[in-house]
C-alpha cells in the first residue's frame, strides 16, 4: 500500500511540532517497518529544507535530516502534467492541488495530512488520526 504524506507531516516530525509529531512519528515507524510504502512529492523535500533553514538548523543538520528521509520515503515529482492539472483544477490551494496530483500520479492509496479543507474532496485524503482509525493501528 503507497501511502502519501503532505508536507505537514514531514515537518511535524522533523521539528518536533508537538502535539502532530507524534502522529508523524508512528506514520514513519509502520513505513520504516515496511508495512506502508512512505511517499512525498519533490516539493515537500524542497519545504522541509527551507522550514528547517528557517528554524535555524545548520546545514549538515539539514542535508542530515533529509538524507534520513530519503532513506524512508519514496519521492513522486511534480513535472508539468502534475502543474496543468492543478492550474485547471482552480482548486482552494494550488500547493496542496499539486501534492495531491502527484500522488495520484505515483499511485498513491491515501493521501495524509492534517490539512484536508484545502484538498479536493475524495475520501482518501486522510488525517492521521482517520488513517489510524481506518487501518486499525492502535498505539
Known amino acids: ?82 502543474i496543468n492539472r492543478s492550474i485547471q483544477n482552480r482548486g482552494k490551494d494550488f500547493e496542496d492541488d499539486a501534492q495531491y496530483f502527484s500522488a495520484l500520479d505515483a499511485g498513491a492509496d491515501y493521501i495524509i495530512t492534517r490539512n484536508k479543507k484545502d484538498f479536493p474532496i475524495d475520501n482518501t485524503v486522510l488525517t492521521p488520526q482517520e488513517f489510524f482509525k481506518l487501518m486499525n493501528i492502535v498505539f
Open 1 to 82: 500500500m503507497k501511502i502519501f504524506l503532505d508536507t505537514n507531516i514531514i515537518i511535524d516530525l522533523v521539528s518536533g511540532r508537538k502535539p502532530f509529531c507524534q502522529d508523524a512519528g508512528i506514520l514513519f515507524q509502520i513505513g520504516k517497518n515496511k508495512q506502508y510504502d512512505l511517499l512525498v512529492s519533490d516539493l515537500t523535500i524542497i519545504n522541509t529544507a527551507y522550514t528547517l533553514h528557517r528554524l535555524h538548523y545548520t546545514k549538515d543538520d539539514i542535508y542530515d535530516i533529509l538524507t534520513s528521509l530519503l532513506s524512508l520515503l519514496t519521492i513522486t515529482t511534480m513535472g508539468r502534467n502534475v
